[in-house]
């Protein structure tokens, strides 16, 4: 049966799919996802699709799950109502896969079904009849579900599910970056920077990856720091100018300019780990900038280059040489050639956020 790696927690999240319709199943398979949910009455489907792909297919009868051999491998358990919720918990007889039907919840109760099994040896799926669905089970109190069985008649719905694991399995791969020193630090005037106050808190050595150029872009601080000018705002990050490019999920880039509330960016720290995270608010004023400019140690004369707000707020990270916190970050009042800063190299060629081989100069 699929499975499907997951960063928050030790165990792969496992994902059937219960469809009638053919577009949705080429497109589960083609993603991966080869375990289908049946009726019994629509076996004859089951053998039908089985001819044009390879599939792993479950029937459901009388409220039980079996595989193509007749082997109960699931049990269903239906909860309609609050009592019957405080009374799910494992039971003897129970298959060692149990599938949750919510009936007519208006209020997905997820964190209530993980606290129920949590411990029991057994993998728990509910019935998600969208991605959005799915996402809350999967990460309710952090650890989630062992997996979902998604109910659905649109392929879009098992796009933006791929969509969405993609995203996870970024967070358990390390970004690489490597050190770059400042070659060049000049007052470059006003312009219109952007804040992104994100919906989670960062910590010390944490931040985004902006750039001018989408060929190297520079690990900038949050403003997590204590500071004698201004209070600590950990899930804030003054990023840049409205024209840099900024990290997002699927390894593409877009514009500070567009960011906005709903957005997901990906946050960064020392070592390369990585999250996805939530924008919650942008800001843009107009302030005061500062150019730096910089080379990597390879031997590279290339130049990356990135826009600051000129303030003492606004750092950049440095490579990892301590604990201490004031090693983590430079503020970029107290830059200077010499400085070492964290930086990503990656493609330079962009169309429409997404990384494409092409001939391109940028100055």
Same mark, same amino acid.
């Given at each position: ?15 059937w ?12 398979v083609?993603?991966?996802?080869n ?7 629509n ?10 792909a390879l ?14 051999g007749d ?5 269903i358990?239906e ?9 799910l918990q494992p039971?003897?007889?129970q298959?060692?896969n149990?599938?949750i ?6 209020v ?9 099994f949590?411990?029991s040896?057994?993998? =728990? ?7 959005s ?7 309710a109190?952090e ?8 109910? =659905?008649?649109d ?10 694991f ?6 358990s791969?390390l970004?690489?970056?490597?050190k ?11 312009g219109?920077?952007v ?5 989670s808190l960062?910590?010390?050595g944490?931040?985004?990856l902006?750039?001018?150029f989408?060929?190297g ?10 500071s004698?000018?201004i209070?600590?705002?950990?899930f ?7 024209h840099?490019y ?8 877009c514009?500070?300019s ?6 997901e960016v ?8 990585q999250?996805?995270?939530?924008v919650g608010?942008?800001k843009i004023?107009s ?7 910089t080379?990597?140690?390879s031997?590279?004369?290339?130049l990356?280059?990135i826009?600051?707000q ?5 750092a950049l990270?440095?490579?990892c040489?301590g604990t ?12 200077? =050639?010499?400085d ?5 190299v ?8 997404i990384?494409i081989q092409?001939f391109i100069v940028?100055?």
């Amino acid at each position: 049966m699929c499975s499907v790696s997951n960063s928050s927690s030790s165990k792969s999240k496992r994902v059937w799919i219960w469809t009638e319709s053919k577009q949705v199943m080429t497109a589960a398979v083609e993603r991966g996802w080869n375990t289908f949910v049946f009726l019994s009455e629509n076996q004859q489907l089951a053998i039908d699709w089985s001819t044009i792909a390879l599939l792993d297919p479950l029937f459901i009868k009388e409220g039980e799950v079996f595989d193509s051999g007749d082997r109960r491998v699931g049990s269903i358990i239906e909860v309609s109502t609050p009592q019957e919720l405080q009374q799910l918990q494992p039971a003897d007889g129970q298959a060692e896969n149990i599938v949750i039907d919510l009936l007519d919840w208006q209020v997905i109760p997820a964190e209530n079904i993980v606290a129920s099994f949590q411990g029991s040896g057994k993998t =728990v799926f509910a019935i998600s009849k969208t991605p959005s669905e799915a996402q809350i089970f999967l990460e309710a109190l952090e650890q989630g579900l062992g997996g979902i069985v998604l109910k =659905v008649e649109d392929v879009k719905a098992v796009l933006a599910l791929k969509e969405y694991f993609d995203g996870r399995n970024e967070v358990s791969n390390l970004l690489s970056l490597m050190k770059a020193t400042v070659t060049r630090v000049d007052v470059a005037g006003m312009g219109d920077r952007v804040c992104v106050d994100l919906c989670s808190l960062m910590r010390p050595g944490e931040g985004l990856l902006v750039g001018s150029f989408a060929r190297g872009l520079f690990l900038v601080h949050s403003e997590c720091l204590e500071s004698n000018y201004i209070a600590s705002r950990p899930f804030r990050v003054n990023a840049g100018p409205v024209h840099a490019y900024v990290l997002v999920p699927g390894g593409k880039t877009c514009y500070l300019s567009e960011l906005k509330s709903g957005k997901e960016v990906i946050v960064v720290d020392q070592k390369g780990r990585q999250q996805t995270v939530v924008v919650g608010r942008v800001k843009i004023e107009s302030r005061p900038l500062i150019l730096v400019e910089t080379k990597t140690n390879s031997g590279d004369q290339t130049l990356y280059g990135i826009i600051l707000q000129n303030a003492e707020t606004v750092a950049l990270v440095s490579p990892c040489k301590g604990t201490g916190e004031q090693e983590k970050a430079i503020p970029v009042t107290s830059l200077k =050639v010499g400085d070492e800063v964290l930086l990503r190299v990656q493609g330079a060629a962009r169309h429409t956020g997404i990384e494409i081989q092409e001939f391109i100069v940028e100055n």
